[in-house]
């Protein structure tokens, strides 16, 4: 069926229509001669409200196709039934038959069919001085003719209705795509506030500790533990202004503003030996070819590593291998302290490590240290530029 949702333009038309109708039916029932005899006033009662009906139905001919066609018809044959021949409302069950076929249902359709041409024999069969089989053939095609110029009309109006849903589909799947897109880019910047806050956090605590210790014992240790919690809070406001340029789409500021990678590690690691973990990092390979997005992830893998081992191990040092291959790296983070893996629960950093990992087609595995300690391993990949 083809739905239609009626504009008011469209409604004043067809009450225009209807109204215009309405008036020729009605000049004609109280003004002219019905027939050769003049009409009783009841005659005249009955053809008028007969053709105040077929003509008032056509006011609901695109909201109610099928109500009108029928109340249409219904005022029509009343007409012919009481014996008044017409020049005006037998056209008002053409146009209700064109609108039934442009706006009805496919039942509402074929029922309307027979039953126009049904109505225009009736007509001739009452009145047979109205024409001969010529004039009623005629006619009969005519309603037929009118019929089908509708549903033409229809079928275009469901075409243009299904071609609107499916782009109507097309824009809800690219506003979900661009949803889900939104919301993988917040639990990106929710691992990048963790990452960040979380590790800094950990090294000015540390070094809040040390320096509350020293006080009143040696002056410069006093004074490192505090330039190095001044210099990591800025560090770490530095990389939350950058983060939070990308929460609002500042692109521009977010630019400007150079994302960690592998070739920052060994800066990362002064940070951590500051605190007192010696930390050792070697990278082998091409580690300037590395995409920016997989830098930054390995990054956050071994800042998150080093701060668990700070947080819980018990370490003395760490070592820090990060292996660089065509399109794939692999990182590997040994401590020595007496953390034991078994006992570990996947906590938000562990979890965002490996997200991080499965976001480059990699993994993260947690283990035992030959050496005792633990060892974080991780793989990550990208394609080249064949790829």
């Excluded at 139905?57 to 018809?73: D, E, I, K, M, T």
């Excluded at 983070?333 to 006992?343: A, H, L, M, R």
């Amino acid at each position: 069926m083809t739905s239609t949702i009626e504009t008011p333009r469209q409604r004043v038309a067809d009450l225009i229509l209807a109204g215009a109708f309405l008036a020729l039916t009605q000049i004609e029932v109280w003004v002219f001669s019905l027939g050769d005899d003049e009409p009783s006033i009841g005659f005249r009662v009955g053809a008028s409200l007969a053709t105040a009906i077929a003509s008032s139905a056509l006011a609901w001919r695109r909201s109610r196709p099928g109500v009108s066609f029928w109340a249409n018809a219904a005022g029509v044959i009343g007409a012919i039934a009481l014996g008044f021949p017409s020049d005006v409302y037998q056209w008002t069950n053409l146009i209700a038959m064109y609108s039934v076929g442009a706006y009805g249902s496919n039942l509402q359709r074929w029922t309307a069919l027979p039953a126009g041409v049904g109505g225009v024999l009736f007509y001739f069969y009452r009145f047979p001085f109205e024409g001969g089989a010529a004039l009623v053939a005629f006619l009969c095609a005519l309603w037929v003719v009118g019929w089908l110029a509708g549903r033409i009309y229809g079928a275009r109006l469901d075409e243009i209705q299904l071609r609107h849903e499916m782009e109507l589909s097309r824009r809800l799947a690219e506003a979900n795509e661009q949803r889900l897109v939104l919301e993988e880019e917040r639990m990106r910047i929710a691992r990048e506030l963790h990452d960040i806050v979380g590790h800094t956090v950990n090294v000015m605590v540390v070094h809040a500790g040390a320096g509350r210790r020293e006080i009143g014992g040696d002056e410069a240790l006093v004074r490192q533990a505090f330039d190095t919690i001044e210099s990591t809070g800025r560090a770490a406001m530095n990389e939350l202004d950058r983060v939070l340029a990308l929460l609002r789409r500042d692109r521009a500021d977010a630019d400007r503003l150079p994302m960690p990678g592998v070739g920052d590690l060994p800066e990362l690691a002064m940070t951590f030996i500051d605190t007192g973990l010696d930390v050792e990092v070697e990278v082998s390979g091409p580690g300037d070819e590395v995409p920016a997005s997989v830098g930054l992830a390995a990054y956050r893998i071994v800042q998150e590593a080093l701060t668990n081992t700070l947080r819980h191990g018990s370490a003395r040092s760490a070592a820090v291998t990060v292996e660089v291959a065509d399109t794939s790296l692999e990182v590997s983070v040994v401590d020595d302290g007496t953390g034991d893996p078994s006992g570990f629960h996947p906590g938000r950093g562990i979890v965002g490590m490996k997200e991080r990992a499965a976001l480059h087609d990699g993994t993260v595995t947690i283990d035992g240290a030959d050496a005792g300690g633990v060892e974080v391993r991780a793989t990550l990949s990208w394609e080249g530029p064949g790829g």
